[in-house]
């Protein structure tokens, strides 16, 4: 009803009444009573009407406003890289639509509590404190430019603080099967090294592994994957060269090879040591050997070193096992000639409910860098997962049980036990690098027996 047929209506009722009112000789005052209740009700309709009317025209503006916002939104949305892609699918990640180029971003933080007792001669025989071992950010993914290339760069905290580039890797597939990676990356070498530290059972590698890994070099590597087995070959800088530029270079040439054979199982298995619920049985063997020469014009000392280990792994229901063997032989190595070492390393895990797995490991390295010692550990601990390795809490002891005196670095890589394993630096801190002067060098005077480190560690990963 409109406005004008509402006024006309309420006008013949206001007459009739007036009428009626007459008719029964109603009294002037309630004419007039009965006049303005007649107007306060015309009054009410046309308010309601009004009413109505800008609850329409209000719905229709939020409705137009609606539109409005959806169509800015559907513009920017084509305007961003083209549909570009983002999310969460274990990793972070950004890419274009097509997945032609793609883009993850990762994280891995590792918080340690540390304590340990020294049977050191002088000095302070016990240490206790907090440690950030770890905190990397890593960018990983590929481009296409022509071929297909994947790309990983690692930016990691340093010790004392600062950072670095730990990784810096390209490469792309040749033929199916057969790829070739550039950069600075992880020589093909000891097993152990070559799993991440994000995989590791005890909180830190064996001293096994510290003493004959290769770490990482420049390099070129090529690999070839079958369904069977792996094969790697790298011609690089040398053992822990890390980033050396062209004329600080302390090896001539480095050549390192590694194969590993799949028995059972999947490759994926190999990430880790550990025999989770679902997963079968698997055992993996490999093999790997490393030469280079030294280049006596850029550091003191002369001579080659020839590195070898053979390796196993094994997971049976919810059992998991590894065991490795080394030996690095220094040949015509200066002042003090030829010098030859040699090393085991045992592990066995239990899977309990894929949240709690206790661990034993056993190394033992007998070398005669510093006249015919040979050093043992007892390493033993347990894990509890939150969620697999992305969060964990592994606690662990460190016995260093006996040892010729002092705990040698390796031959030609840097390594040794120091403050990375729990161990107090200083005085009796980790050995001098091998590789910081090749083949010559003092290594530190750790300890003699009876050692222990103590140490628990959170890890999270994103």
Known sequence: MNRCKLVLALGGSLLMGLAGAVRADTSDADLRAEVQRLNNRLAEVEGKQNANWLNERRAEEIKGLIRDVINDADTRASLLADGATAGHDGN?????????????IWGQIQFRYLFNIENANAGD????????????IGFSGHVTA???????????????GGAFFQDVRVGTELAEGLRV??????????????????????????????????????????????EMFKVRGSISDGMNSFQSPVGTDLTEIALTGRVDVKLMGTWEQGDDFIAWTGEGTSVLVGAAIHFETSDGANGAGAGNYLSWTVD???????????????????????????????????EVNYNINDQWVPFLRYDMVNDDILGTSTDHFITAGINYYFAKHNAKFTLDVVWFVQGGGAVAAGPENGGGLGTGDGFSGGGTGGGVSFGGVPFAGT????????????????????
């Open 92 to 104: 972070f990640f950004v890419g274009s639509a097509d997945g032609a180029n793609v883009m993850k």
């Open 125 to 136: 025989k016990e240490d206790e404190g907090f440690d950030v071992r770890r905190a990397k």
């Open 146 to 160: 022509g071929r297909v290339w994947d790309y990983e760069v690692v930016l990691s905290i340093a010790a004392g």
């Open 181 to 226: 990676d550039v950069g600075l990356f992880k020589l093909p070498f000891t097993r152990e090294e070559l799993m991440s530290s994000k995989y590791t059972t005890g909180v830190e590698r064996s001293y096994f592994n510290e003493f004959f890994t290769g770490n990482r070099a420049e390099q070129i590597q090529v690999t070839y994957t079958a």
């Open 312 to 346: 196993a792994s094994g997971e049976f229901a919810n059992i998991g096992i590894y065991a490795a063997i080394a030996g690095g032989h220094i040949i015509n190595g200066g002042p003090g000639a030829s010098v030859d070492a040699i090393g085991i390393t045992v």
């Open 443 to 462: 290594p530190g005077d750790i300890h003699a027996k009876d050692n222990v480190v103590i140490r628990a560690q959170f890890q999270l990963l994103f």
